[in-house]
């Protein structure tokens, strides 16, 4: 990929060029800004939604978008760096884009857990959204990406996230990653308490465990599995005139 990050993360094509594409489906990325343990940056979810944004642009024929960098991320509030918005805020931001894109219909690759409120505007758009990945993406991209750990056990700046980065923008993770794994048991109160009595160091999971080749293939596999929420977007349930 392009060693520039700015460039990476921004699509650079002019009116002419969308005007000659039509596409029918746009790609909005939707990360955060907060912290991912002593070796990611604080820009790690927007990095990684843009990514898989670019790979699915590449795969088909569509819109990509600037992404959304500002999150839901207040249970990561007691870490320097981090910044949040409201649940509303990234709704109403989101609900704007999707209404100025009119008769396009529009796929939200999220990069962070934490972005609940994107399902329920989802869920309301009759048809018109979709969610990207699912949990259940994740796991099986994990899977085919031969990792060794899970969603759960791998829930922040571990295997996964590691992975990406270290395939697409390897300068961007910072030595020591091989020693910042941490694991904990139930977060059943990570909602009220935040994250930090659960991982001081604000890590969840096995960086150590992170290649590139894994990240790679994670991106490869998520990709691949897209392909049915297009079909879902075309399906027979569609309740507009097109």
């Known amino acids: 990929m392009d060693d520039d990050l700015t460039l990476s993360l921004l699509p650079l094509t002019t009116s002419a060029q969308e005007g000659e594409r039509a596409a029918r489906v746009a790609l909005l990325p939707v990360g955060s800004l907060e912290q991912h343990g002593p070796h990611l940056p604080l ?3 927007t990095v990684i939604a843009c990514d898989l944004a670019r790979a699915l642009a590449d795969a088909h024929p569509l819109r990509l ?21 409201s649940a509303p805020t990234l709704y109403a931001m ?20 934490g972005n609940h409120v ?8 009759g048809g018109r959204m979709a ?15 031969k990792m060794t750990t899970d969603n759960d056990r791998d829930m922040h700046a571990g295997e996964l996230e590691t ?21 904990t048991g139930a977060r059943d109160h990570m909602l009220t308490v935040g994250l930090a009595p659960y ?10 465990q992170a290649t590139p080749a894994k990240g790679r293939a ?3 596999a998520l990709v691949d599995s897209f392909t049915g929420y297009l079909t879902a977007l075309d399906g027979p349930h569609r309740t507009d005139a097109r």
Do not use: M
Not at 65 to 85: D, K, N, R, Y
Not at 163 to 178: A, D, I, M, Q
Not at 199 to 206: I, K, R, T
């Open 43 to 45: 820009i790690t979810d």
């Open 65 to 85: 978008l600037p992404p959304i960098t500002f999150g839901c991320s207040h249970e990561h509030a007691a870490w320097p760096g981090t910044v949040s918005v």
């Open 94 to 113: 989101v609900k704007d884009i999707a209404t100025s894109l009119g008769d396009t219909r529009l796929v939200l690759v999220n990069g962070h857990g």
């Open 118 to 125: 994107l399902a329920n505007l989802v869920q309301e758009s």
């Open 131 to 145: 969610l990207f990945p699912g949990p259940h993406d994740w796991e099986a991209a994990r899977l085919t990406a």
């Open 163 to 183: 992975s990406v980065l270290l395939h697409t923008h390897p300068s961007l993770v910072r030595p020591g990653y091989e020693q910042a794994d941490h694991t």
């Open 199 to 208: 991982a001081p160091s604000g890590v969840v999971g096995l960086p150590s």
């Open 218 to 220: 994670l991106l490869a």
